[in-house]
């Protein structure tokens, strides 16, 4: 009788140790988190009252080839990633539906002038000092969240000497 208490026993406490066998196994899938992007220098500029679209703009690095293909912002409708060019001497802006590419390691900037996002349908206007969550949405990489500052442009040092 005793070596049959102690044959349960043992059974019992090998069949304690492997529950924590399956818990190790998630952790096997971790080489997709090399799929990262790292943002820097998230802003948006003041809109006038009564504007139902801002600008936005940021520095996105990628660990591995990629591409922001959107974002969203409870701040407003949507968030839509723009292209600014010249078309027979004019500034256009359009829409980058296929989303934005973003080689591996090299800092792609959205500034002004240039690719940036627009927060089409605000909800309110974006008011200076600020702070505006941003959540953008790449090909590969997991979504992120910043918070972006809303103020004006950085002056070059020329316009700081007016002032």
Known sequence: MKIKLALAAAALSLAACNPSEPAKAP???TPTATATVTAT???CRPSPHGAK???CYVTLTAATDDRLTGGSTPRAASLQVHEMKTENGMMKMAELTAGLPLPAGQAVALAPGGNHLMLIGLT????AGE???LTFQFASA?????Q???RQPAMDGMDHAAH
């Open 27 to 29: 952790t096997a899938k």
């Open 41 to 43: 220098d998230a802003w």
């Open 53 to 55: 679209a801002g600008g």
């Open 124 to 127: 309110a206007p974006l008011v």
């Open 131 to 133: 702070t505006v969550p």
């Open 142 to 146: 997991p979504a992120i969240t910043v």
């Open 148 to 150: 972006a500052q809303v």
